[in-house]
């Protein structure tokens, strides 16, 4: 395929120049992703580009995946057969009339204006008698620093008329070109499915500001959903060289704003939770009753996605003007209603996310989405300072609210006491920011799992307990069990036939592996339990190593905020302050020296001196705690791991640096190749 003398020739241009040192498999991985756009240029014109020009830019492609192929250690020829060997996707019996050959044509883009409505009406009897789908937008270029496009999808089965009906709309003014997509083997199925693809890309790429409402988008199957779903990407890719997209599939799948954004599609349970909410809390306003709800469930089960499609959806019922482009098949469109958006009008909404991290995440988001703001994103103590009450609360990560403890600042521990005593009349020690939550709230709506407070100044489990028995005894209790991240399932760690999940006997190999994921599939990391001194947090120490492991030297992650975004984080390790909350496709988990394994000690125990976190193991004087006992600390520090452990959307890989404990997993977890059995200890 490649011959020797070829890769010889590369492998010396290379070493002349002494290149080899900016060839780490991430910029070659980006190298390859930034050539292959110069080469989509060629063809953003034009069907029929200059022949010369293509060949360069196909040879910059191929020069840098030769490059990444020895870097990584990987024969090309050998891969590709393999790939073609495994790969049943396909088949030949399954891809001839397949959704690629029968679907591939033009999305032309029109004046969006009445006579070009009505002229292009008449060349075809489908333009108002067919099931299709539209893109309507302003005309902004793609990358407007100022602002992003305005953009809207339909799908319709007269687009003439539905055409018609938003020139008539006061609020589509601005939009100046319509996309109409129509095919032959178009039905109503694939065109509502279609249109939710089409709305959560454009929505998570990130230049665009999609001005749909989010009134029930579906994720249904239908017959040959899965030959039809083939055949968006090839619209996506005519859509993107024509300007509407400016990143590709995987970027935009790996973005915070496409996962986190108010147009995914909700599993069942996810769905019956918002409907059922929705309709009590409208009942309870209209009554002008209080209410507390709670939406629990393990991690990966979509709980922040929940919220944030829940908030939008009660924005989007209070601001409508026009039941326009609502489609009554949708699950929510029976609340789209003039007496339910006098209810809801001008509602005072509170999103609270105790992580940092998190919180700037998800503000981020806010940023882009009509009818969002990322003021409505708030820390606790933000709830607890406003003047005003909010209308409703949502918050996120609920276990994760504090208890009165030490916190990470004393101008914190000073308003913690402040506002105690604003809300109740005295600095009662008892009260916790949960308390805050329901004296600043008409309606809160507490998502939470019990299972995932990993510090002692997180709210107590018996807390936690009483606030899901009251939740349950007024039938306010909505669980989710539909599992939204990891791939195998709830119960990956016994079924884990489609997932990657492995336990390493090198960190090194380990590390190895993430690298290689990361530049295959992207947004694969590293992190670990706090079971080293952050070294590098001192500014005049920043070039330290925090974590060495048997050689293996690596440093804790730089930011605070969005840190699995940010340009240094394939490098570092990132911590549970970091993750908790996000989707990785690929994290490679330390089990650190804090948390062992002994038959003769009776199983796992903590090292408290290995434990660094000292916000994580100081007592409580104030709450009768001078000190936490080793069993409570291996408690939260087991949660930790638990916690990270469930990260990976496509694979978890596993390091314990006690021998003990690893010997321990190999018991439970598919050993690596790099893998040597040890001795318990």
């Given at each position: 395929m490649v011959s020797e003398e070829t890769q010889k020739t590369l492998a010396a241009f290379v070493a002349e120049r002494d290149w080899d040192q900016f060839h780490s498999p991430e910029n070659l991985a980006k190298s390859i992703a930034i050539e292959a756009g110069e080469l989509l240029e060629c063809f953003q014109r034009t069907s029929n580009p200059d022949p010369k020009r293509v060949r360069e830019e196909l040879a910059d492609v191929l020069t840098y995946c030769?490059?990444?192929?020895?870097?990584?250690?990987?024969?090309?020829?050998?891969?590709?057969?393999?790939?073609?060997?495994?790969?049943?996707?396909?088949?030949?019996?399954?891809?001839?009339?397949?959704?690629?050959?029968?679907?591939?044509?033009?999305?032309?883009?029109?004046?969006?204006?009445?006579?070009g409505v009505a002229?292009?009406?008449?060349?075809?009897?489908?333009?108002?008698?067919?099931?299709?789908?539209y893109v309507l937008d302003d005309g902004r270029p793609a990358g407007n620093t100022s602002r992003p496009r305005d953009i809207y999808v339909g799908e319709t089965r007269n687009l003439a008329k539905r055409f018609r009906e938003h020139l008539a709309t006061p609020e589509n003014q601005q939009l100046k070109y319509f996309r109409p997509i129509i095919n032959e083997r178009f039905n109503k199925s694939v065109c509502l499915d279609l249109e939710s693809y089409l709305i959560k890309m454009l929505a998570g790429d990130g230049a665009n500001r999609v001005l749909n409402r989010n009134n029930g988008i579906t994720d249904g199957q239908y017959y040959q959903c899965e030959m039809y779903r083939d055949g968006f990407q090839h619209m996506f890719d005519q859509l993107r060289a024509d300007g509407l997209f400016t990143r590709s599939i995987p970027e935009i799948e790996n973005s915070d704003l496409f996962k986190l954004a108010p147009f995914k599609a909700l599993a069942q349970d996810q769905a019956d939770s918002v409907e059922e909410i929705v309709n009590k809390l409208l009942t309870a306003v209209e009554r002008d009753q209080g209410s507390m709800m709670v939406i629990q469930g393990d991690p990966g089960t979509g709980k922040t996605v929940a919220a944030i499609y829940l908030i939008k959806l009660l924005q989007d019922i209070g601001s409508f003007t026009t039941l326009e482009g609502l489609d009554s098949d949708m699950r929510f469109y029976k609340f789209f209603t003039a007496s339910n958006r006098d209810l809801v009008r001008n509602c005072r909404i509170g999103l609270v996310v105790p992580q940092q991290s998190l919180r700037a995440s998800i503000a981020k988001v806010f940023q882009s989405i009509p009818g969002l703001n990322p003021a409505m994103v708030m820390t606790p103590f933000e709830v607890g300072k406003s003047n005003e009450m909010f209308d409703v609360v949502v918050v996120d990560e609920a276990h994760r609210l504090n208890q009165r403890a030490n916190q990470s600042s004393a101008r914190q521990n000073t308003s913690f006491g402040e506002i105690t005593e604003k809300l109740f009349g005295a600095d009662d020690y008892n009260k916790t920011q949960l308390g805050w939550m329901r004296k600043k709230s008409r309606h809160l709506i507490l998502l939470l799992d019990s299972e995932q407070s990993v510090r002692p100044a997180d709210l107590p489990s018996e807390q936690l307990s009483v606030v899901i028995a009251e939740a349950r005894a007024s039938q306010l209790h909505y669980p989710l069990k539909t599992q939204m991240r990891v791939k195998a399932g709830s119960y990956y760690i016994?079924?884990?036939?489609?997932?990657?999940?492995?336990?390493?006997?090198?960190?090194?190999?380990?590390?190895?592996?993430?690298f290689q994921r990361d530049a295959e599939v992207g947004l694969s990391r590293m992190a670990?339990?706090?079971?080293?001194?952050?070294?590098?947090?001192?500014?005049?120490?920043?070039?330290?190593?925090?974590?060495e492991i048997d050689g293996t030297q690596m440093r804790w992650k730089s930011t605070q905020t969005d840190w699995v975004s940010s340009p240094n984080a394939l490098q570092e390790v990132g911590s549970i302050h970091t993750v908790q909350g996000y989707d990785l496709n690929h994290l490679g988990v330390i089990i650190g020296p804090d948390l062992r394994f002994s038959h003769a000690k009776g199983g796992l125990y903590m090292h408290r001196e290995s434990y660094h976190d000292k916000k994580g193991k100081e007592g409580n004087p104030r709450l009768g705690k001078p000190k936490y006992s080793d069993d409570e600390i291996l408690r939260f520090i087991t949660q930790i791991y638990a916690v990270l452990l469930t990260r990976g959307i496509k694979g978890t890989y596993v390091y314990a640096c006690d021998a003990g404990l690893r010997s321990y997993?190999?018991?439970?977890?598919?050993?690596?190749?790099d893998y040597d059995a040890m001795d318990t200890g």
């Open positions: 030769l490059h990444l192929c020895r870097k990584i250690g990987a024969d090309p020829e050998q891969i590709v057969l393999e790939k073609l060997e495994t790969t049943q996707k396909y088949p030949v019996e399954k891809s001839k009339g397949s959704s690629r050959s029968t679907m591939s044509f033009r999305i032309p883009r029109f004046t969006f204006s009445r006579d002229d292009w009406k008449e060349l075809d009897e489908k333009h108002y008698n067919w099931p299709a789908v016994r079924d884990f036939a489609d997932y990657d999940f492995r336990l390493f006997d090198r960190v090194s190999s380990m590390r190895a592996e993430i670990a339990g706090f079971a080293w001194p952050w070294k590098s947090r001192d500014e005049k120490n920043t070039m330290a190593f925090d974590i997993l190999s018991g439970f977890i598919p050993r690596s190749h």
